[in-house]
């Protein structure tokens, strides 16, 4: 039986990522999971306006998105709990430059976005960062036969409801294809 | 060592969800990936432009987000495949109306969410509809101890690298607890 749980978002489980931007012409990394896909290649970050992290995005116009793997969950929780304006925490990883030079990215994530901002929607509490990726950057070790394959990427999925980090599990199955049994022509 | 894959998105895994709206006033249900959460309740969908569903969501200013279950994974496909133009895709489920009266939902999904269209981004080829979610559905065995139980809804995740649907895995860690861990204070 249905039942009516009032408010609730359940838009769950989203990535989580950990976002890189220069504060201060310093590299600074914070968790989100409240992302999302605009088009194919413009991907957009909820971010609370009190964040240390958006000024960075606003002043350079730039931003990483990296990927986390579970074997990073300690590190990935831990820059969602401290902030940038206390703690420095950009020494938990190896941080490297690409294309836009002011987008720094962890190269200890499997795969890593350099993004430019191409528009900001501003809501009350929140800047939602609408960026355009400019290149991806991936360890080889996580592709299979050229395709980045998840199940070796072991990424990082986030449940509000739950308050919880979870795996990712088996392959389902093929996308515009196991729904071509229902057709009737 | 890292390579550049060019520009890629590899922002998966997303959650696949139907999402449905009333179009020439009869329901009609389209498959769509490409999500996001922008503020606590605020949700936002990517859709191609040439999609059968944008109109009734722009006319009626409501559509609904349903998350279906991995027993589903054949008719989300569908619903992915086939254009509402063509076909009567609201007859593969049972249709059901809550507080918004024009946002059609899926009683076999096990959340149902409804949400008022608050803001449109205007990409060349794509409509990013920014909702608010004004009421919640779930059916009661889906949850434990009151919390939305993902291990029991198994939602369906997508991934574009490789096309393919996949399941989601086990609980890994506490958020905003694990990392407490790394502090040094």
Redesign the interface.
Known sequence: ???????????????T?LIGANVNEKPNYITI????????????L?MGKSHYTNAGIKENGTFS?N?PS?DM??????????SGKKVNKAK?FET?YGKLKTAPMI?ECP???ECKLV?T?D?P??D?F?GE????????RYLTEG????SKVR?????????????????????????????SD
């Open positions: 039986m249905k039942i009516s749980l009032g408010v609730k978002n359940c838009l769950y489980p989203m990535l990522t999971a409240h992302v999302g896909i605009m088009t194919l290649q413009s991907i957009s909820g998105v990927i579970v969950v300690k590190q990935t929780d831990y820059c969602g709990i401290v938990l490297f190269k795969i890593n976005m528009q929607v809501f509490q929140h939602v609408i990726v400019i290149e991806t950057h991936c360890d080889e395709v980045v394959d998840f990424p990082i999925l986030f449940v509000m409801n739950d308050r919880s980090y979870w795996e990712l599990g088996e392959r389902l199955a093929k996308a515009w294809n196991i729904g071509n049994e229902l057709k």
